[in-house]
């Protein structure tokens, strides 16, 4: 599957569950206002956590539901923490770089020596990137992955 249709997944799974998770704060004002069974709180914190953070906003905001319930504003702002970390995690595993793509990098920074970035400069290479010919983390002064930037 290539990224252009996981993205396109992601877009469509993220429209889903934020209509859910609208629906469900309506549903729960409703029943409030009725007296009848409610939504349980862990449910709408868990439709935050798998992604429904916009639809939980949106449906707290125009039915005007739990907004001076800080305990559950808590529970929400951890439900989008959480989210956003287990997202963070997803793209940090996919992002990662395999054993053997980080020799190949290895090899290619390797492949050519300047002394100091006053040579990278003379040889017309500056900047370096992480990943080209020639680059080292010691030229590199704020870790940004760009070595022997420019100065201003």
Same mark, same amino acid.
């Given at each position: ?40 709180? &862990? ?7 798998? #992604? ?5 906003? +949106? =449906?707290? *905001?125009?039915? !005007? ?41 290895? &090899? ?7 002394? #100091? ?5 003379? +040889? =017309?290479? *500056?900047?370096? !990137? ?23």
């Amino acid at each position: 599957m290539s990224k252009l249709q996981v993205l396109e997944l992601a877009t469509y799974y993220l429209i889903a569950v934020n209509f859910l998770t609208f629906l469900a704060f309506g549903y729960d004002k409703m029943q409030a206002e009725r007296g009848g069974w409610r939504v349980a709180e &862990a449910t709408l914190v868990f439709f935050v956590v798998i #992604g429904g953070i916009v639809g939980a906003l +949106a =449906g707290r *905001a125009l039915f !005007r539901h739990k907004i001076r319930k800080s305990s559950f504003t808590a529970k929400l702002g951890g439900g989008a923490l959480l989210n956003l970390g287990i997202v963070g995690g997803l793209v940090a595993l996919e992002n990662r770089t395999s054993p053997e793509e980080q020799a190949k990098l290895d &090899a290619v920074m390797a492949s050519v020596h300047y002394p #100091g970035c006053n040579e990278v400069r003379a +040889a =017309g290479k *500056a900047p370096l !990137r992480y990943g080209e010919p020639g680059y080292r983390t010691d030229m590199d002064g704020d870790g940004d992955g760009v070595a022997c930037e420019p100065h201003y």
